[in-house]
């Protein structure tokens, strides 16, 4: 008897440990992976410079892009030349760009990406010379020197290549030699300063804005950290007002957030990719009731019958009732869709330009972005 009692009591507890997992939310990301503090951001450098030491692939005698600012770097030193003196094709004018990442102290090193921006083939086995990467404000933050790398042996311009050889590049491979990297080439001079421990507010900017996750972040806030800690300004912005036990010591603040776990909330979207025939969507999609004929399909999207029972209303629901019919009923998402085309074998074509006619007709409520 006291068998039976404890098996009886197993079950109870089973069912109420399934109930608790049932309540809790499906999943949650960190803070971090959508929101991040204003003013930790990464800030793009430029600069002009010279790549030497090229085989003969460099500027022109013609380019003065090179030539001229060489001959205003040799002055500098004490030799005196003319743009006409220098020979050959060792030297390239570049175009330079780099990232300065938030938070980057004096003296850390940066990759910085060089780009021809005169007539020179190649710039394989060429160093750059010294030279500054400013910011939008004009101030030097990071300066530049060191060999090219990245740039395979025996490849030119892409419009170089045999004309063979360039139709069997795939789109968006072609290697181009007029573009490399210096790795580790920037040395950074100047900091953006960035003082959080004197900070009495920070702010949280979303990655992606929207009104929902913009009051869920804030609400999360202030269940952990106390009433009134934190308010959403607007859809991409959370004001958050440091406590007293963590004035002057705002990382660990920033730190504590960004580990909270949120649901963030989402437009819904359909991307269709036309070249490959993928359909990616996200779990809001719905659908209205529609009916639908594309090259011998017939697919009707309806509202189930409120006096459907048992097996007829699980027919009005979604249920293949011919080869190529499917029923649906209204609100369905767009797994139900796609899994009512797999039934009855129609190819991602059909499904994509059913899909593109269903968002004309106003029928799919989610964007619909096509690639």
Do not use: C
Request: no cysteine; charged share 20%.
């Amino acid at each position: 008897m006291n068998f039976y009692k404890f098996v009886r009591l197993s079950k109870v507890l089973l069912l109420f440990f399934l109930a608790a997992l049932l309540s809790t939310p499906a999943w949650g990301v960190r803070v971090k992976d959508v929101a991040a503090l204003r003013g930790a951001r990464d800030n793009e450098l430029i600069g002009f410079g010279i790549v030497v030491g090229l085989d003969g692939t460099g500027d022109s005698q013609e380019s003065l892009l090179s030539r001229k600012p060489i001959v205003n770097a040799l002055e500098r030193i004490g030799i005196s030349l003319e743009s006409q003196d220098i020979l050959g094709r060792s030297i390239a004018a570049v175009w330079l760009t780099a990232t300065l990442p938030p938070f980057a102290k004096s003296g850390q090193r940066l990759d910085i990406t060089v780009a021809t921006i005169g007539d020179a083939v190649s710039l394989r086995g060429g160093i750059l010379i010294m030279a500054p990467l400013r910011g939008p404000d004009r101030l030097v933050y990071a300066v530049g020197q060191g060999p090219i790398a990245g740039i395979p042996k025996g490849v030119s311009r892409a419009d170089a290549l045999p004309p063979e050889e360039l139709v069997n590049l795939p789109i968006g491979s072609r290697m181009v030699a007029s573009v490399g990297q210096v790795l580790g080439g920037a040395i950074v001079e100047r900091e953006i300063n960035l003082n959080l421990n004197s900070r009495a507010r920070v702010y949280m900017n979303l990655h992606s804005p929207d009104f929902t996750t913009a009051f869920r972040l804030a609400k999360l806030i202030n269940q952990k950290l106390g009433i009134r800690s934190a308010r959403a300004q607007d859809a991409g912005t959370v004001e958050v007002s440091v406590p007293d036990s963590y004035l002057g010591n705002t990382v660990e603040l920033i730190s504590f957030i960004e580990n909270l776990e949120i649901s963030p909330d989402h437009t819904a979207k359909v991307v269709l990719d036309e070249r490959s025939g993928t359909v990616v969507m996200g779990g809001s999609v719905r659908i209205s009731p529609i009916a639908i004929s594309q090259n011998g399909l017939n697919i009707q999207v309806k509202l189930p019958s409120p006096n459907a029972q048992g097996e007829q209303g699980a027919q009005a629901e979604g249920t293949t009732l011919a080869s190529n019919v499917f029923m649906l009923k209204g609100g369905a998402d767009l797994k139900e869709i796609v899994d009512g085309f797999n039934k009855i074998g129609a190819s991602s074509k059909d499904l994509i330009e059913v899909l593109k006619a269903v968002k004309t007709a106003g029928a799919l409520h989610a964007e619909l972005v096509i690639r």
